[in-house]
């Protein structure tokens, strides 16, 4: 039973035995740093939340926020999730999530995760999944099902466009309402409608003025009434600015606590008729359907730490992205090898802050090579330390092992100082120290392959091109070790592709001149245009593109078709495509698709990602990859409009290795079934009266007239006027209706109010 599916219960009891306005008041509010209030009259339960996107920091004591945590498995953070571009393994990871959270005694995991990757310089990147929302909205959505599947609650967060960490509380996002609906809130959305999440965090940051806390247009308008949500919409910790204003928004509780004086407020605003009470009774109601929800899951079932160890590993390996290989991988009988690294020894598996997990154990990955390859064969240099200050002794001892080495295997990590929450990184760069020790091993021994353990993307135009192959990690949990190795030494073909696009410099990035706000404002200039549909409206070089990946076989795409050439929006068409390994050894390809609109009224980007499968292939195995792309494949969010439309017309359908590997292309017709009302009004140019059908018709005869008039054409006059050498047509597109009307000389049926009043009844 879902939390949706619960309002009988909860009305039901509460008819029963009413709960006094103190009670009410007081649900609304936690009773501690991790768990809300309990009315034990009425038999409810408190509700015990914990931080755990990639593993759960439930603390020992709960009465406190600085507790140690119990063990858990530490999974790999979502920037590494999302790299393995696989659904099903992201129901896995709910489900493990699920029994850990079952055996723990947390009734909620606050996560996923889901805002836009707007800026590789956000300091909690490595807990957001994705530059690009479909890939963003649908791994959450798996996640989020698993979840909830086992009867553990999940909260979808931060609601929303939480996409730095430099003021975070109260930095205000001046965002329109386009970018904001077709990038930063889609994610959410899917999740919402798909998956049903029992909760949703609000955001600490402001939308256009206003907090997230005290947004009703977003907490209301959008999440609950148009979007459907019948969950609970909860406060980031201490994001509430005022409670009652906050519950008259559709905030329901507010974390942590206890907070007495806040439960007066609202009982002091109920009674004094400030706020509607039955404001108040809705967010009770929901409260409750989640504390229902919650008792109905027995607690206690301890998990199989080495069943969820391997799980992790299996992620990690699949999140492994080979972005650069000139042949030197997989290793085959690599003789010496210089491991080269304090990571290789002491692994960065998890991002810093409130999503810390204390691990049930973890590897690394000179255990793991020396096992693999016999500890004669392994030399290892620590290469950098915990500081940041150049020391060139630590180099030298490298270089030193290095040359003297067959192979270099060189592990490179952000340290917490630098990629943490809480504030946003300075730079895209590797520390001094890692940048100057991999520019000295390389010169001397170029069979070196560098490992990165990273949050998010890094430039490496200093270095890049002396490595014979590069490796990104990311943040990789405790197991990740073995499957890095693993990646190393051949015993698996990688398969992770990147989900958010590595720049060549920072000051090539879509936010850069608008990050990170000035006087309490950050301006998202670029719209819609962020990651890969930045790069591509730019035509503009990158690093490594979204989607990237390579592996240690090859792919071929052939007979690419569609179920019709021409469709209805709310029909869809289906896409096919062959795929078949080419190489000699197993591996996965991730097939994307992406979506060109080839002419559109607003302006839209080149393409956007729409659909992806990944698929296991034996060499030589073909197998036929078919996607059903519906209305939002082809939709965009028109603020006019207020709604999502479709417009007629040919659309290109990419298919493709990434969004910069485009290996087939079919061509479609999308007929749009919307009945719109027409925006015109007189202010409208003659080009909007002309792009409109109905407008056209009724707009052509006037449009004539004037540019035969302004281009000295006979327009039934004795004396043409003198040519004027402009190009007329082109001269009043741009013109409002009333100014166009004032070339008229003919006379009037009236005043041009009443002229253009008329078209517009004519249009209708």
Request: net charge negative.
């Amino acid at each position: 039973m879902a939390v949706f599916e619960i309002d009988a219960i909860v009305d039901q009891a509460c008819a029963a035995k009413p709960m006094t306005l103190e009670e009410k008041a007081a649900l609304c509010t936690g009773a501690g740093p991790w768990q809300t209030a309990a009315v034990e009259r009425l038999g409810v339960g408190p509700v015990t939340m914990c931080d755990g996107p990639h593993g759960l920091r439930r603390l020992d004591d709960l009465s406190t926020m600085t507790a140690p945590s119990l063990p858990a498995t530490c999974f790999p953070t979502a920037s590494c999730q999302a790299a393995t571009w696989n659904t099903s393994l992201m129901e896995q990871l709910g489900e493990a999530l699920a029994e850990e959270a079952i055996a723990l005694g947390v009734d909620v995991i606050l996560g996923p995760g889901t805002n836009m990757k707007r800026t590789p310089l956000c300091g909690r990147n490595f807990e957001y999944f994705s530059e690009d929302p479909y890939l963003s909205g649908a791994l959450a959505s798996a996640y989020v099902q698993a979840v909830q599947r086992a009867g553990v609650g999940t909260s979808l967060k931060h609601f929303a466009a939480n996409n730095q960490e430099y003021q975070r509380f109260n930095i205000s996002v001046d965002v329109d309402e386009r970018t904001l609906r077709e990038i930063y809130l889609a994610a959410f959305e899917r999740v919402v409608k798909e998956a049903h999440p029992w909760t949703v965090m609000c955001a600490y940051n402001r939308i256009n003025s206003t907090h997230c806390s005290n947004h009703r247009q977003l907490l209301t308008q959008i999440l609950k009434d148009e979007w459907g949500f019948n969950g609970a919409v909860i406060s980031d910790w201490g994001a509430v600015h005022d409670r009652v204003t906050a519950l008259q928004a559709g905030l329901d509780l507010e974390m942590p606590g206890p907070k007495p004086h806040r439960v007066d407020a609202v009982v002091a605003a109920v009674r004094d008729g400030t706020l509607d009470e039955g404001a108040l009774d809705e967010s009770v109601r929901r409260i409750l359907g989640v504390a229902h929800q919650a008792a109905q899951t027995p607690k206690g079932h301890p998990f199989d730490e080495g069943a969820h160890h391997a799980l992790a590993r299996r992620i990690a390996a699949e999140g492994i992205v080979l972005l650069k290989n000139d042949g030197l991988l997989p290793l085959q009988s690599p003789g010496r090898i210089a491991v080269i690294g304090r990571a290789a020894i002491e692994p960065r598996i998890q991002g810093a802050g409130s999503s810390h997990v204390n691990p049930t154990r973890v590897d690394n990955c000179l255990d793991s090579i020396q096992r693999l390859a016999g500890e004669a064969r392994v030399t290892y240099a620590e290469g950098y330390s915990s500081e940041l200050d150049i020391d060139q002794a630590l180099i030298d001892e490298a270089v030193a092992l290095a040359q003297a080495a067959r192979v270099a295997l060189l592990f490179v990590a952000l340290p917490p100082v630098i990629e943490s929450e809480g504030y946003d990184r300075p730079d895209l760069n590797l520390t001094a120290q890692q940048v100057a020790l991999i520019k000295a091993v390389t010169a001397v021994q170029p069979r070196t392959v560098v490992i990165l353990n990273t949050g998010s993307a890094v430039v490496m135009d200093q270095w890049v091109d002396g490595a014979a192959a590069v490796l990104e990690a990311w943040l990789m949990g405790q197991a990740g070790a073995g499957a890095v190795v693993d990646a190393l030494f051949g015993r698996l073909n990688p398969s992770g592709r990147l989900a958010e696009t590595f720049p060549r410099k920072l000051t090539d990035t879509p936010a850069y001149l608008n990050f990170p706000g000035e006087n309490g404002v950050v301006r998202y200039g670029e719209g819609p245009f962020i990651g890969y549909r930045y790069y591509d409206a730019r035509e503009m070089p990158v690093l490594f593109p979204f989607g990237h990946g390579l592996s240690y076989t090859t792919f071929a795409y052939d007979r690419a078709r569609v179920s019709a050439r021409r469709f209805k929006d709310v029909e869809g068409v289906a896409l096919s495509v062959d795929v078949t390994n080419t190489g000699d050894m197993a591996g996965q390809e991730v097939v994307q698709v992406y979506v060109h609109d080839r002419e559109a009224s607003l302006m839209r980007p080149v393409k956007e990602l729409k659909a992806f499968a990944k698929v296991h292939l034996e060499p030589g195995e073909t197998t036929t990859v078919t996607f059903h792309l519906g209305f939002r494949a082809f939709a965009f969010y028109h603020p006019a409009h207020q709604r999502w439309i479709t417009e007629d017309g040919q659309f290109d359908l990419l298919i493709g290795g990434s969004a910069a590997d485009i290996r087939c292309t079919e061509s479609v017709t999308l007929e749009s079934t919307l009945d719109l009302p027409s925006l015109l009004n007189e202010e409208s140019t003659l080009r909007e009266w002309l792009a409109d059908p109905q407008g056209k018709s009724v707009i052509q005869p006037l449009f004539e007239q004037i540019v035969a008039h302004l281009g000295g054409a006979p327009a039934n006059r004795e004396h043409p006027p003198e040519p004027t050498g402009m190009d007329a047509a082109r001269s009043v597109l741009d013109m409002p209706v009333l100014s166009i009307l004032r070339f008229r000389e003919d006379a009037l049926p009236a005043t041009p109010e009443d002229m253009v009043a008329w078209l517009l009844e004519e249009v209708q």
